[in-house]
Structures are given as C-alpha cells and as structure tokens.
C-alpha cells in the first residue's frame, strides 16, 4: 500500500515533459525487441544452384568404374546400363533406343527419358489464348575415345572430362527436374558412340519427325565441363546463315541472362562466357568467311540437330581468348602442357591428374567449399533449368494464366517521320 502511494505520489509531481521523455524513451528500447519477437522468419539470400555433390559423384563413378568405354564395346554398354540405373533411381521409365555402328559390326545404345511439362500457352493471330506442347531436347554422351586396347598408350586416362562430366550435369538437371514442373516438355538422353562421329545424336535425330522438329525449340548438349579454364556457350552453326542468326541463337542468349539473372559468377565463381575472338574464319565451309563470335568448332552431339535447323546450345569448357584459331586450347594450366593445353583425347582426361593440377584460384573466400567438378556441374545444370523454365518465347505457363496472367501485345511502330528519307 505505501508503496503504491508513494509511486502514485512521484507520478502527480512528475513536470509532463519527463512523463513524455520517459514514454518515448520506453518505446526506443522496447520496439526493437518487439519487431524481433515478431518476426517468425529470419530472411535469407536464396543459394542458387546448391545440388550438393550428386552430380560430381556420378561423374567420379563413371570415369573410375568404366574408365575405357569407347563406342561399341563391352565396356560402353555396361556404362550405359549404370547410366540408365541411375536414372531409374531417380524414378525415371528410360526408353533405350539401338543403333548400330556405320559399318554393322557393333551396337550402341541411347537411355532416353520423357518429362512431360504442363503446355505453354500463346496468342493466336486472332488474339485467343491457345496451348501449345513443344519441347526442348538435353543431351551428353557417356562413352569415350580411348578404349581398353588403348590403356598402356594412356594409363591415367578415364574421360571424366570428356564426358563423365557431362553425364553427371545431365543427371543433376534429372534430379531437380523430378520435383519440379516446366511447362515443356523435356527430353534427356545419354546419347552413346558420341565419340564416333556423334552417331547416337544422329540415331535419335534421324527417327524424328518433322512435327517433332518443328516443336523442337532448342538442343541444350553438354560436353567436357570441367577442366577448361573457362565455361563458354555456343550456337550451331545454323545460326550462321543470312537472315537467322538472332532466332536461331535466343536460346543461347537466353542462358547468359539466366547467369546474369541470378548473379552466378558472384555467388558461384563460376562465369559463363561465349566465344568472342571476332576473327574472320569460314566457320561451316561453305566459302562465306564467318565472324568467329557466339559460334565453335568444336564438333559434337548437336551436330545432327544443328543440321535439322534446331536452335543448339552447346556447354563446354575452353579457352578461346588467343590471336588466332591454331592457338586456341582448353587451357593454359602450366601443370596441363603434356599435350600443349589439350586434355580430351589425350592421357590427361584423367581424374587423378585433373584433381591434382586445377587447384582453385577462383575465390578469395577462405574456404571454397565445392571443387571445380561440382561448381561446373551443379552450375551448368542450373543454367539449363532456369533457362527451360523461362518457357518459350511470347509465350506464358499455364499456372501464370490460370492465375490472370496475360501476354503483352506486340505494339508496331504507326508514326509518320516528320521529315521524308531522302531519295
């Protein structure tokens, strides 16, 4: 009771200031813990292209459990076969298309797996909306160049740059689109004997028909990602012909905004890059010399559908930033010259050589938590998801129409030039 009258006391004779001050000060201390206790949810920057090192560990297995795997050989198809069980692991029914080699002493095998999306939906000429399927098509080879015969010649040799590391991108991109729905329709394949003038794309490529090239919107292939000095994207050399270089290389810059977009080299270390050298080289041998710029000599599984007029993106490691085409390379490693900066095809596509020389010097971090094998897998698998998920050109998801999304109108251009061109 004295307590209380003695405080009631205190208050009455308090000038009306301090009571003011004494209210604002309570609230200076009290409204930070009040926002704090309120929060549910501490906010967190959204960590991109984190796959962990499932892809990577693919790829190891591949290359240290069927290290020889030329096209057509025992070899090859028991490295086949583990591809297809890893996609079944997933989940996944795998379709396995044969083919045999040019010249009928040999077979091969393409694993193929079907994910259907959800429709894309466009504007008609008449302004109605519309669904549409199309597709795109990803791909990597799994066999080698070297076969057993070839192992005392290149002893450290396994392919895990040429193309278990290709694989393991492949099946990483599997992985994350199992839970995830896109509105096309994906196709992924592991083709065989790419490296016997790609004849597993071309076996796949040949069975299409003209409806499903024609709903084909792009040929993501994948090829040696991990241990050229840089990771590039090119164009086929369909976009090469007069009046379609732009339509036949959106997809390919479509992958660099995705890179862009989501601040890839920042919070990866990892860049994706296009060849640029700008030379003047008859690129497709049709006497016509060609800008060396967004395109690549380097042959593989897009080949085939390049040449049925399907917009290709090709993933590879490389470096082009030299003076002229002869001394271009994979890289410029001084622990890599045995070949003089060549590592496919040669006794350094080799696991324990590769770990050994490509010490990371990509982060000033000081402590870089994933190795070059998993940032270009787990990134490169990124880039192909959110390149897919960007959909089609004019084009808007299903669940983004079902919720009141519409399509910009095409606006043209009806203003008169106050001042006539000259003649």
């Keep these: 009771m004295y307590v209380h009258q003695i405080s009631e006391y205190i208050y009455r004779k308090t000038p009306v ?30 960590v991109i292209a984190d796959y962990g090192e499932y892809g990577s560990d693919i790829a190891r297995t591949l290359s240290k459990d069927y290290p020889y795997r030329k096209a057509y050989t025992p070899e090859e198809k028991a490295a086949g076969e583990y591809v ?126 003209e409806d499903k090239v024609s709903s084909t919107d792009a040929m993501y292939c994948i090829e040696s990602i991990y241990a050229g000095d840089k990771l590039y994207a090119s164009s086929g050399w369909n976009s090469l ?28 270390g990892v860049d994706l890059l296009y060849n640029e050298s700008g030379l003047v080289i008859d690129v497709n041998a049709d006497g016509v010399g060609d800008v060396f710029r967004e395109v690549t000599l380097t042959l593989s599984d897009y080949v085939p559908f390049d040449q049925k007029g399907i917009p290709v993106v090709f993933f590879e490691s490389y470096d082009y930033n030299f003076a002229s085409v002869a001394e271009m390379k994979e890289t410029k490693n001084l622990n890599l010259q045995a070949n003089g900066g060549l590592i496919r095809t040669t006794n350094s596509d080799s696991l324990k050589i590769l770990e050994a020389a490509l010490i990371d010097t990509t982060s000033e971090e000081e402590e870089q938590t994933e190795d070059q094998l998993v940032r270009r897998i787990n990134s490169t698998a990124f880039i192909i998801y959110k390149a897919i998920e960007k959909g089609a050109n004019n084009s808007i998801s299903k669940a983004a129409y079902d919720a009141g999304a519409t399509i910009a109108p095409t606006i043209h251009n009806t203003v008169t030039p106050s001042v006539s061109p000259a003649a």
């Design 17 to 46: 200031y301090l009571k003011v001050f004494g209210i604002f000060l309570c609230i200076a201390l009290v409204f930070p813990f009040f926002l704090t206790g309120c929060s549910t949810e501490t906010e967190k920057e959204e």
């Design 241 to 268: 012909v007069a009046g379609q270089k732009y339509e036949m290389r959106r997809k390919l810059y479509e992958v660099y905004d995705v890179v862009y977009e989501n601040s890839l080299s920042s919070q990866k």
């Design 84 to 209: 297809k069980s890893e996609f079944e692991k997933l989940g996944y029914e795998v379709e396995a298309q044969s083919f045999s080699s040019a010249d009928q002493t040999g077979s091969s095998t393409n694993y193929i797996v079907t994910i259907p999306g959800d429709g894309l939906v466009f504007q008609n000429a008449s302004g109605a909306y519309i669904t549409q399927r199309r597709q795109v098509i990803v791909g990597a080879h799994y066999d080698t160049f070297f076969g057993v015969s070839d192992a005392a010649a290149v002893p450290d040799f396994d392919g895990i740059q040429d193309n278990a590391s290709g694989i393991g991108c492949l099946l990483t991109l599997a992985k994350e689109l199992k839970s995830n729905h896109m509105g096309y329709d994906v196709i992924l394949i592991a083709f065989g004997a790419g490296d016997a003038a790609f004849a597993g794309a071309g076996a796949y490529a040949a069975m299409m028909t």
